[in-house]
C-alpha cells in the first residue's frame, strides 16, 4: 500500500509539473519569412495568413484569461507579420509599383489612415486570386498591379 501511495504521489507531482509548464510557457506563433512565401500559391498564402490572425487572435484570449485584461489590439497582429502583406511589399519593391508608399499602413493603424491606393492594391489581389486559388501569388500580385496600371512600362534603351 506504501508503494502505492508513493507511485501515486510520483504521478500527481509529475502532472502538475508538466500541467504547470503548459499554461505558464509563452504560446509561439509561427512567422513566416519572405522566402517561406515565396512560390506559394494564393490560396496557401491565404491559409498562412488565417494561420497568423488566429494564432493571435488565441494568444490574446489566454493572456485575457490570466490576466483579466485584454492589451490594446486585441489580438490583432503588426501588418509586418502577415504573410499576405510580407509579399506584397516584396512585390512593390521589386517591381518599383508606382503610387504605393510602403511607409504607409496597408490596413489598421489608429494613427495613420490608409492610403486608398493601398486599398485598391488589396482588393484587386484578392479579386485576381478569387478567380484563381492555385495561381502563384506573386503572379497574382503583378496581375493585379497592372490591371490598376501601377507597374511602371519599362525603359526603352
Not at 71 to 80: A, H, K, Q, T, W
Not at 99 to 115: A, E, Y
Request: negative net charge; contains cysteine; charged residues 25%.
Amino acid at each position: 500500500m506504501k508503494i502505492f501511495a508513493i507511485i501515486c504521489g510520483f504521478l500527481f507531482v509529475s502532472a502538475s509539473a508538466v500541467a504547470l509548464y503548459a499554461w505558464a510557457r509563452p504560446h509561439e506563433i509561427r512567422h513566416y519569412t519572405e522566402s517561406e512565401l515565396v512560390g506559394l500559391s494564393c490560396a496557401e498564402i491565404s491559409e498562412k495568413n488565417e494561420e497568423i490572425i488566429f494564432a493571435y487572435h488565441d494568444a490574446s484570449i489566454e493572456k485575457h484569461k490570466r490576466a483579466g485584461s485584454f492589451e490594446g489590439g486585441v489580438g490583432l497582429p503588426e501588418e509586418d507579420v502577415l504573410p499576405f502583406i510580407i509579399l506584397m511589399k516584396k512585390v512593390i519593391q521589386d517591381n518599383d509599383l508606382t503610387g504605393l508608399d510602403l511607409s504607409r499602413p496597408f490596413f489598421h493603424s489608429p494613427s495613420v489612415s490608409t492610403p486608398k491606393i493601398h486599398s485598391e492594391f488589396y482588393a484587386e489581389i484578392t479579386s485576381v486570386c478569387a478567380k484563381s486559388p492555385s495561381r502563384d501569388a506573386i503572379e497574382a500580385m503583378m496581375q493585379a498591379a497592372k490591371n490598376l496600371k501601377l507597374a511602371r512600362a519599362p525603359e526603352n534603351s
